[in-house]
């Protein structure tokens, strides 16, 4: 079984990227971000203290969470829509400094690993899920080309400002990659893309060569 991980920084495309390459390979695809993102959301919901590390794992061990058709389905309840706030982006990225909150996620993301294959996204599928993954790639661009490609996500349905993204953009970054456990981080392992001048197509093409001249060889 094939599994490719797509590791990188806040709106690098990673997320686009990975689940068209899983649709044309027939692949599952795993959205990891999106675990941390709703553990962040009821976080916030209930008021628990970013700090309130036991808290956080009860509802992590009572949510029954589960991806469908590309919602996301906490206890039945679709939260699709509150989970792409940036609030919930940097409590996301707060939350995920623990280890003991990361470790309690692993068995989760890990079952996703099924027949025909995988692509994930995420800041450690290549390196800490599964750092023994078919092809891994580390997809970056510069902070300005990634806070616009978020504005224009955003923009239609929250009140956003360009300034104020890339200024969240650069914290979570530093949080991300400066962090103890499974930061964000290149190494050799990885295959390195930097899609500042690329479009999506162009970047999924580019990982589709990749993952093809792998077989090759
Ligand atoms: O979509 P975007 O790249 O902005 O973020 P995301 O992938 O939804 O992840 C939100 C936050 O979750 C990140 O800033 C990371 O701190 C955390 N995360 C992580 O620690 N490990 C992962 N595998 C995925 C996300």
Redesign the pocket.
């Given at each position: 079984m094939q599994i490719i991980t797509i590791?990188?920084?806040?709106?690098?495309g990673?997320?686009t990227v990975a689940k068209l390459i899983a649709k044309k390979l027939g692949f599952h695809y795993l959205?990891?971000?999106?675990?941390?993102?709703v553990v962040?959301l009821i976080t916030i919901k209930e008021a628990i203290d970013s700090s309130d590390i036991d808290s956080i794992l009860t509802l992590i061990d009572n949510m029954e969470l589960r991806f469908i058709d590309g919602s996301v389905l906490v206890d039945n309840l679709d939260v699709t829509d509150g989970?792409r706030a940036e609030a919930v982006?940097m409590m996301?990225?707060t939350v995920?400094?623990n280890d003991v909150i990361?470790k309690r996620l692993l068995d989760f993301q890990r079952e996703f690993a099924t027949e025909p294959g995988l692509v994930t996204?995420?800041?450690?599928?290549g390196s800490v899920?599964f750092p023994n993954a078919h092809l891994k790639i580390f997809l970056t661009a510069s902070p300005t080309v990634r806070a616009k490609r978020?504005y224009e996500q955003l923009k239609h349905n929250i009140n956003v400002s360009l300034d104020n993204i890339l200024a969240d953009i650069i914290a979570?970054d530093k949080?991300?990659t400066e962090r103890a456990n499974?930061p964000?981080k290149y190494d050799s392992s990885f295959i390195l893309i930097d899609n500042d001048n690329m479009t999506i197509d162009e970047t999924v093409q580019c990982i589709i060569s990749l993952l093809n001249s792998k077989h090759n060889i």
């Open positions: 590791d990188g920084p806040a709106s690098s990673k997320g959205e990891s971000g999106a675990i941390y993102r962040a989970l982006g996301a990225s995920a400094k990361r996204d995420g800041r450690d599928m899920v978020r979570r949080q991300d499974a964000l």
